[in-house]
Nanobody, 121 residues
Framework: QVQLVESGGGSVQTGGSLRLSCVASGNTAIMGWFRQAPGKEREGVAGIRPDGAKEYAESVKGRFTISKDNAMNTLSLQMNSLKPEDTAVYYC??????????????????WGQGIQVTVSS
């Protein structure tokens, strides 16, 4: 069993930055960030595969950076140049099995409670 605790959300204006963090208890082989905006399906934002490779959704490439501190078992998402369309509830996800679909919801067994990110124009 893995528990995930997210922090760092909030409200910013267009062009601003936020950093999300997710602390995991237990072993994780793959971790990622997802988001869900009102009326839309949940989508993969960024993930780190078991081989360390990082994947990003096209909509966030060049603006978001995912990283993991293995010693602290903490996943982070640095979000720069935020846009109103980035507004959503963001979720941390993890799995202890070495899957490789870092941006696919079905890859993950464990999910955080979600944290709100709001970008105003």
């Amino acid at each position: 069993q893995v528990q995930l605790v997210e922090s760092g959300g909030g409200s910013v204006q267009t062009g601003g930055s936020l950093r999300l963090s997710c602390v995991a208890s237990g072993n994780t082989a793959i971790m990622g960030w997802f988001r869900q905006a009102p009326g839309k399906e949940r989508e993969g934002v960024a993930g780190i595969r078991p081989d360390g490779a990082k994947e990003y959704a096209e909509s966030v490439k060049g603006r978001f950076t995912i990283s993991k501190d293995n010693a602290m078992n903490t996943l982070s998402l640095q979000m720069n140049s935020l846009k109103p369309e980035d507004t959503a509830v963001y979720y941390c996800a993890a799995d202890s099995r070495p899957w490789y679909g870092a941006l696919l919801s079905d890859t993950y067994t464990y999910w955080g409670q979600g944290i709100q990110v709001t970008v105003s124009s």
